[in-house]
């Protein structure tokens, strides 16, 4: 079946570091792809998309980029903010299935 | 933000005791969908429904049930609540279960079963 694999937290950063956080995900066909963030006490929005190969989804700084050929979308950031600090959820979404399949998500905490 | 709400946004309850959780949402979605949120454990797919009185289980759907009486209001009950079901439930929606469509979250419950 579908699943997501992504990077085990925590990630801890100082500011202006730069972020990579790996998702690789397995599916059939050419699924769609996500991140989704989650700030303290909030539920998850979404950050960023891509829906086919070689897409680049980009959204606040964030770059996330769909590739095909190594099953991965990881999530980068040039330079973190103390802001940014969240849990982040990569997942995927199939044709013909009305679910997202989520990965277990990593927390990011950036330092001044 | 696709204007969902979610009652109560806190619980305690004690074991036994049978709760409701309600979603409210004002975009006219078609899918909706609950989810749990455990340490170590991410997101978890519990219900969702695909259209008024049309619900499917998700992975860890026992001691819960839905009901969709309405477009915009999405129930979750527990039928006799236990200490394993305290968590955080959200609430979500999407427009037509396209993959490339946005699925977005409520703000959260947090039960705690005592």
């Known amino acids: 079946g579908n699943s997501v694999t992504q990077m085990e937290g925590p990630v801890t950063l100082s500011e202006e570091a730069f972020l990579t956080i790996n998702c690789t995900y397995t599916a059939t066909g050419y699924p769609s792809l996500f991140w989704y963030v989650q700030y303290p006490g909030e539920g998850l929005q979404l950050l960023l998309k891509a829906t086919k190969a070689d897409d680049k989804g980009s959204n606040k700084g964030f770059e996330a980029t769909y590739r095909k050929e190594t099953t991965s979308f990881h999530l980068e950031k040039g330079s973190v903010q103390v802001s940014d600090s969240a849990v982040y959820f990569c997942?995927?979404?199939?044709?013909?299935?009305?679910?997202?399949?989520f990965g277990k998500g990593t927390k990011l905490t950036v330092n001044p | 933000d696709a204007g969902i709400t979610q009652s109560p946004r806190h619980k305690v309850t004690e074991t036994g005791t049978p709760v409701t959780l309600r979603c409210h949402q004002t975009?006219?979605?078609?899918?909706m969908y609950w989810y749990r949120q455990d340490p170590g454990h991410g997101l978890r797919l519990i219900h969702y429904s695909y259209g008024v009185k049309d619900t499917d289980k998700g992975e860890v759907s026992d001691g819960y049930s839905v009901s969709r009486s309405k477009t915009e209001d999405f129930l979750l009950t527990l039928e006799s609540a236990t200490s394993s079901q305290t968590s955080v439930y959200f609430c979500?929606?999407?427009?037509?279960?396209?993959?490339?469509?946005?699925?977005?979250f409520g703000p959260g419950t947090r039960l705690t079963v005592l």
């Open positions: 979500a929606t999407r427009t037509s279960g396209g993959p490339a469509d946005t699925q977005y």
């Open positions: 975009e006219n979605h078609r899918y």
């Open positions: 997942a995927l979404a199939q044709g013909g299935s009305e679910k997202l399949v």
